[in-house]
């Protein structure tokens, strides 16, 4: 069964926690200020697509494919990426709140998390190579068997990194924010 094809549309204010989002394949759409949390984007396709002030929070992403697709200041707590179709896969994050979400070993390249709250995020095992998490807060966020190689985490703060836990060859960190590395040996450093 084929699904339907929307393009060049615009999905505003709309509430669908009770009336899913129609399957379809949806290219260069926008979707601003809707509400899809504890619902079902399970099994869509979203090719260039924009969601603006929305919320995902819980959102069931099963399958769904995310190509070329950008959130801006979107909540989305407990989001579970790890169960998105791999196939093509690339989008991006600004002002966004993350806290709880799960990127649970999963290849996420030279992703781009722009002023975003990543508290508690699970990063087991995911492959950051080439990110950028710029003036992120990563308050408890789990990096544990993570490829952090030339990760940009010059202005992420309040993270906690196992240097022997993790791979961070050539990843950029500021003198700010080097004592992230030290976590784990309990000492104190003062300015």
């Given at each position: 069964?084929?699904?339907p094809f929307?393009?060049d549309?615009?999905?505003?204010g709309?509430?669908y926690?009770?009336d899913?989002?129609s ?5 260069n759409c926008?979707f601003e200020?809707?509400n899809?949390?504890d ?8 090719m260039e697509?924009?969601?603006l002030?929305?919320n ?5 992403l099963?399958?769904t494919v ?5 959130f801006t ?10 169960y998105c179709?791999n196939?093509?896969?690339s ?7 993350l806290?709880?979400?799960s990127f649970?070993?999963?290849a ?9 709250k990543?508290i508690?995020?699970?990063?087991t095992?995911t492959?950051?190579?080439g990110a950028?998490l710029n003036d992120?807060?990563l ?5 544990y068997?993570t490829i952090l190689?030339?990760?940009d985490?010059t202005?992420?703060?309040n993270?906690?990194?196992?240097p022997?836990?993790?791979r961070?060859k050539?990843a ?10 030290l ?9």
């Amino acid at each position: 069964m084929n699904k339907p094809f929307i393009a060049d549309q615009t999905f505003k204010g709309k509430d669908y926690r009770t009336d899913r989002l129609s399957k379809g394949e949806y290219e260069n759409c926008i979707f601003e200020n809707c509400n899809f949390s504890d619902g079902y984007l399970d099994n869509q396709h979203f090719m260039e697509c924009q969601f603006l002030d929305c919320n995902l929070s819980n959102t069931n992403l099963g399958q769904t494919v995310l190509n070329d697709v950008h959130f801006t200041r979107c909540k989305m707590m407990g989001v579970k990426f790890e169960y998105c179709n791999n196939f093509l896969m690339s989008f991006g994050f600004s002002n966004c709140v993350l806290n709880f979400s799960s990127f649970y070993k999963m290849a996420l390249g030279a992703i781009q998390f722009n002023d975003c709250k990543l508290i508690e995020v699970d990063f087991t095992e995911t492959d950051l190579s080439g990110a950028s998490l710029n003036d992120c807060d990563l308050e408890k966020a789990v990096f544990y068997d993570t490829i952090l190689e030339k990760t940009d985490l010059t202005t992420a703060y309040n993270f906690s990194i196992d240097p022997e836990r993790n791979r961070i060859k050539k990843a950029k960190f500021s003198k700010d924010n080097i004592v992230g590395l030290l976590t784990k040996y309990n000492i104190v450093i003062e300015n």
